[in-house]
């Protein structure tokens, strides 16, 4: 039971709230110490000193107040819902679920407390949980739209498809007046139960919904294409071909109209003629349209295939189109178009070349040999000397082209010559010192060749300027994937493994807030009322981790702990040796790069202190500055040493191996690693379902047999004193493996 | 290439492409709030003819518009505006930054009423210029100073949408045959109604939901944190 207070004290604490919600921490926890001074055992009041402690970044004084108060008064909503609200802050999102019913139990009506439990259970995918708050929620205020579409959104995640469609149909009866074709929200609640009813598979319904409740839906594309969809589905294939061709006079670029049309046209995939009369008639029509005039290339054969390609390459060369290369190399696949291509690049070449006197063609002549260069470069079609020629031949007719230094700087790549690659990349820089795309593959291949500090100093041109902690701190805030698994991958060859292990850390950190990032609209979406796309969003965060910029980052950085599990390093925590000594860094050199790492973290952090200490907290910016380096939390182990130092690698390493083996169990190479990993951690059948999923992915893959003899002859001796029913598993998985 | 709508998991890569390619970079969360708040507007271009290099491949992709609404238009009049378009310099020529931009230009009509699209270009970007001014048909409004952090001026461009406005009408006239006169004189009101009035604010009898916007939404503070000053 809250306790009571005077009047006077009534007020402060009223006070201390608002000071609270208005941010004003300072004033707020005086007047709590005005409290607390005659009343030192009031938990309320300690429990909001404690909520602003921790928005002032005092997490763990901010804690242990609120425990404090919470032994003091059990029975007090205010401190369970601090209590809540502190694990909330800080993404402990099960513990403040659970806190957050204490205080729902004991202030069953407060709206705040249900609402914010609400989000936190859609957050933590508690379906059941969030059907049961958005049914309370609804009850309470029926009158509002957004709690019937919320607690239809609830049950369509749970998977209850009915119930949602009933819920929103039920909203739909108590409306009178009927919506202006304007409303936005009531066009998207219509295409919102439009998608739960084709979720059902009652595709003939939903498309009687669509033409009738939705037919004057706002986001008419998707009207479009949803009917389109439909009326395939359901086999009226003349509608449907209408459908399609309204779209693609829409969006002639889109791929899978063509395709889709063609399909309920009844055109075979191996009608060359059938399929290229109806491309050959948009692209009559659209003349700037590239899809109809690549997309042939695809299907068509023969001479038909040369006839179309050469009118097509002619088009782009002429036209002197980079990317002409890039789009068509996927045909080598066939064997046949293979030869075909560079075969008319040359002869487009040698056509040219001829017509020199036309001032027009030395485009098109640059353009081919791009082209022929970039075919030469190619891993399909490899010939890196005569690359190389061709490169030269273009960059000496337009020595300022960077597309073509580009081309020559990837040559080298391909060589092998990763010094002479980074120097030329840096000169297709130097040609265009405002394009960022340039300058990034710049630092790239910088960083392919080892150079860390250069390639940050180049990625510092652009960076913002005035971000705090200058271009490594601007290209984490702005979560810049590409250059940080690159960074740790450069400083894992050069041996530096704090340095690489800090950067895989801070690759999974920008997942884990990536996942949080979609807090804030489990709300907003309801306000905005874009429900399709709120739910497109919700289905992708379940797969957040699947994604290559997660699975590279996390294959290395368990890769990593494997070789530091191998080869366990000094006291000193720093850079595992490789002891192969091949990359020219000697352990002198190493401890010698530590020491000054150390130093230097020692010195940021002093001047990092002084900085903090000369600012005059009651000066609106300070503040303000000082507040964003609070929710900027400090790095206190910037170059990794503490991350290197690790004891127990293995252990570490499942940080990342638990989310690869879920999201991407198809991933040959993390059940590889995976088996690794527990092979050494002795857990075995967690070792040969690894074993398993890795022979089901690719059993063709050499590494599973090898595997696989490795853990029978581990676990041979042991078959003895093994359990049973463990023992019949792992002869049987093995016997399933090997068997093969 | 494929040109086609945004979708939330493309995301990641968009915000690749837009780091690669420009200096004004922005945090996931922002990409998710135009993903969230206006999915109709945001398109991508995307490699199409790659082939997957394994299970978990995304689409790449290779240039992308993202585009929002104006949430409190200071002139009153619903318009559209381009946070951000960039085509990757292997890509480029081939047309891909009209066609994204005259996808969304269509869709800122139908869906929410724009009757115009603005946006913000270095004074130095040439090639930029050049597509907005001359393929596109924007037009200098103003020039406002050290817009860009770095201290470089903006061109304020600004491009009437008053012929896609047309052409819907007369789609929607054309569309309801004649034995349906009544809904096709309806359906070209609703569009006129929008062009008198900015959306549905001032009809009085009907029912109004009306939508809050922008800021005290938590992810409010995202409004406008774009690369301009402060």
């Known amino acids: 039971m809250p306790q009571p207070l005077s009047s006077r004290e009534a007020n402060l604490f009223r006070t201390v709230i608002r000071n609270y919600e208005d941010k004003q921490y300072k004033r707020g926890l005086k007047a709590a110490e005005q409290i607390l001074k005659k009343n030192p055992r009031h938990a309320d009041t300690m429990s909001m000193k404690a909520l602003i402690m921790n928005a002032q970044g005092k997490t763990e004084e901010a804690f242990s107040l609120a425990k404090e108060a919470l032994t003091i008064d059990m029975k007090s909503h205010i401190c369970w819902h601090v209590y809540g609200i502190l694990y909330r802050t800080n993404k402990n999102f099960d513990e403040a679920i659970k806190a957050y019913k204490f205080a729902l139990k004991l202030e069953p009506e407060s709206q705040q407390i249900q609402r914010d439990l609400a989000i936190l259970q859609i957050q933590m995918r508690d379906y059941q949980g969030y059907v049961q708050s958005r049914d309370v929620m609804l009850k309470a205020r029926p009158h509002l739209r957004q709690n019937w579409t919320a607690l239809a959104i609830a049950y369509h995640l749970e998977g209850n498809l009915q119930q949602a469609e009933n819920i929103l149909t039920t909203y739909e009866k108590t409306v009178t007046s009927a919506p202006l074709k304007t409303d936005f929200e009531n066009s998207e609640a219509i295409l919102y139960k439009n998608s739960i009813i084709a979720e059902t598979g009652d595709t003939a319904r939903a498309l009687e919904h669509l033409e009738t409740d939705a037919k004057n839906c706002l986001d008419r594309l998707a009207v479009m294409e949803l009917r389109a969809q439909y009326l395939t589905q359901l086999g009226r294939k003349d509608e449907a071909a209408k459908a399609y061709r309204a779209l693609l006079e829409r969006n002639p670029d889109r791929q899978d109209y063509y395709k889709s049309l063609t399909e309920v046209l009844g055109i075979r995939g191996d009608d060359e003629q059938g399929l290229g009369a109806v491309y050959a008639e948009y692209a009559a029509k659209f003349p700037r349209c590239d899809a109809a005039r690549r997309l042939p290339l695809d299907f068509l054969t023969g001479d038909a295939f040369w006839s179309a390609a050469k009118a097509y390459l002619t088009f782009m060369l002429d036209k002197g189109v980079p990317s002409t290369f890039a789009n068509l190399k996927h045909l080598y696949a066939d064997s046949s178009k293979k030869v075909i291509l560079p075969a008319l690049a040359e002869e487009y070449l040698a056509a040219k070349e001829k017509a020199e006197a036309n001032a027009d063609s030395s485009k098109g002549v640059g353009a081919a040999l791009y082209f022929l260069g970039q075919h030469y470069s190619y891993h399909m079609s490899r010939d890196l000397a005569k690359a190389t020629e061709f490169v030269a031949r273009a960059i000496e007719l337009d020595p300022k082209n960077v597309d073509f230094r580009m081309t020559k700087a990837r040559i080298f790549k391909h060589q092998g010559e990763l010094e002479k690659a980074s120097l030329a990349m840096d000169e297709a820089r130097s040609l265009d010192v405002k394009d960022r795309y340039i300058n990034s593959k710049a630092a790239k291949y910088q960083l392919r060749n080892n150079e860390n500090e250069k390639a940050l100093a180049t990625m510092g041109l652009f960076t913002r300027a005035e971000t705090v902690g200058g271009p490594l701190a601007d290209l984490m805030d702005m979560q810049c994937m590409w250059f940080l698994t690159e960074d740790g991958e450069a400083y894992q060859r050069r041996g530096n493994y704090g340095m690489a292990l800090k950067r895989y850390h801070t690759v999974a950190n920008i997942f884990d807030i990536w996942q949080e990032d979609q807090f804030d609209f489990h709300s907003f979406s309801l306000r905005k009322g874009q429900i399709r796309a709120y739910i497109s969003m919700v289905r992708w965060e379940d797969q957040l981790r699947e994604h290559p910029f997660f699975s590279r980052a996390a294959l290395d950085a368990v890769k990593l702990y494997l070789a530091m599990d191998d080869k366990p390093h000094g006291t000193n925590g720093v850079n595992g040796a490789d002891g192969k000594g091949e990359n020219g860094e000697d352990a002198a050199e190493r401890k010698k790069a530590v020491k000054k790492a150390k130093k230097e973290a020692q010195k940021a952090e002093r001047e990092a202190a002084e900085k903090a200490a000369k600012q005059d907290p009651n000066k609106a910016g300070a503040q303000k500055a000082k507040e964003a380096e609070d929710t900027k939390k400090k790095d206190d182990d910037p170059n990794g040493l503490r991350l290197a130092a690790t004891q127990d690698p293995l252990g570490d390493a499942m940080k990342f191996l638990n989310p690869l083996l879920q999201f991407s169990p198809l991933n040959v190479e993390a059940q590889v690693v995976g088996f690794e990993v527990f092979m050494r951690r002795k857990k075995y059948l967690l070792a040969l379902r690894c074993l398993r999923s890795a022979a089901a992915a690719n059993k063709d893959d050499a590494r599973v047999q090898e595997q696989a003899k490795r853990l029978r002859e581990a676990t041979q001796p042991l078959l003895g004193s093994m359990n049973p029913k463990l023992k019949k598993a792992l002869e049987t998985g093995l016997a399933a493996v090997m068997g093969r | ?230």
Not at chain 2, 26 to 34: E, M, T
Not at chain 2, 43 to 64: E, F, H, M, T
Not at chain 2, 130 to 153: I, M, S
Not at chain 2, 200 to 211: L, M, N, S, T
Request: aromatic share 8%; glycine share 6%; charged share 30%.
């Open chain 2, 1 to 230: 290439m494929d040109i086609r709508l945004l979708r939330p998991s493309d995301i990641p890569l968009i915000q690749h492409a837009n780091i690669e390619n420009l200096p004004e970079n922005y945090f996931l969360k922002y990409y998710l709030y135009h993903a969230l708040s206006w999915p109709q507007l945001s398109y991508v271009a995307v490699d199409a003819s790659r082939p997957k290099k394994s299970a978990y491949d995304y689409p790449k992709i290779v240039g992308y518009v993202l585009a929002k609404m104006e949430e409190e238009p200071a002139d009153g009049v619903q318009h559209g505006h381009i946070t951000s378009i960039s085509v990757m310099r292997t890509h480029r020529k081939l047309g891909i930054a009209e066609k994204l931009m005259r996808q969304s230009q269509l869709a800122m009509v139908e869906t929410f009423g724009a009757h115009y699209v603005s946006l913000h270009v270095r004074v130095s970007n040439q090639a930029a210029i050049h597509l907005y001014r001359e393929t596109l048909g924007f037009q200098t409004e103003k020039t406002e100073q050290k817009y860009y952090a770095d201290g470089e001026d903006a061109f304020c461009m600004k491009l009437e949408l008053s012929a896609i406005r047309e052409q819907i009408r007369e789609a929607a006239a054309r569309d309801e045959p004649a034995g349906e006169g009544i809904d096709a004189k309806k359906a070209s009101e609703e569009v006129s109604d929008v062009d008198g009035k900015s959306g549905a604010k001032e009809e009085p009898a009907k029912k109004e939901v009306k939508v809050k916007v922008g800021r005290g939404l938590g992810v409010g503070e995202l409004v406008e944190r774009v690369a301009s000053k402060n």
